[in-house]
């Protein structure tokens, strides 16, 4: 299973970023992904997932109504949308996969390097 993860960067706060996460083919087609986020000296955060088909989407109360979660089945590729960012959004992004159930459970199987994402205020 790979997954690349891409997109990060330095915004202000207010600004917009979007992430992709590649998945290798068999991956794609089989399994839900989504997206965590980390800060130093903290666990690991749900920030969003979708299904398999992309017909459902889940995301941490944090973020809803400014992080879009969606797939690309052309390009094996699954984004994440993220506006109105504020400085708390800031840490080291995560793609994950893992079986149909992983978005539900967010227990994910396999996990990509991360990408920065630095918010400043």
């Known amino acids: 299973v790979q997954l690349q993860a891409s997109g990060g960067g330095l915004v202000q706060s207010g600004g917009s970023l979007r992430l992709a996460c590649t998945v290798s083919?068999?991956?794609?087609?089989?399994?839900?992904t989504g997206w965590f986020r980390q800060v130093p000296e903290k666990e690991r955060e749900f920030v969003a997932g979708?299904?398999?088909?992309?017909?459902?989407?889940y995301g941490a109360d944090s973020v809803k109504g400014r992080f879009t979660i969606s797939r690309d089945n052309a390009k094996m590729t699954v984004y994440l949308q993220m506006n109105s960012l504020k400085p708390e959004d800031s840490g080291v992004y995560y793609c994950a996969a893992g079986p149909p159930a992983s978005v539900v459970t967010r227990n994910f199987t396999s996990w990509g390097a991360g990408t920065l994402v630095t918010v400043s205020s």
């Open positions: 979708i299904t398999v088909s992309g017909s459902s989407t």
């Open positions: 083919e068999y991956t794609y087609n089989a399994y839900s």
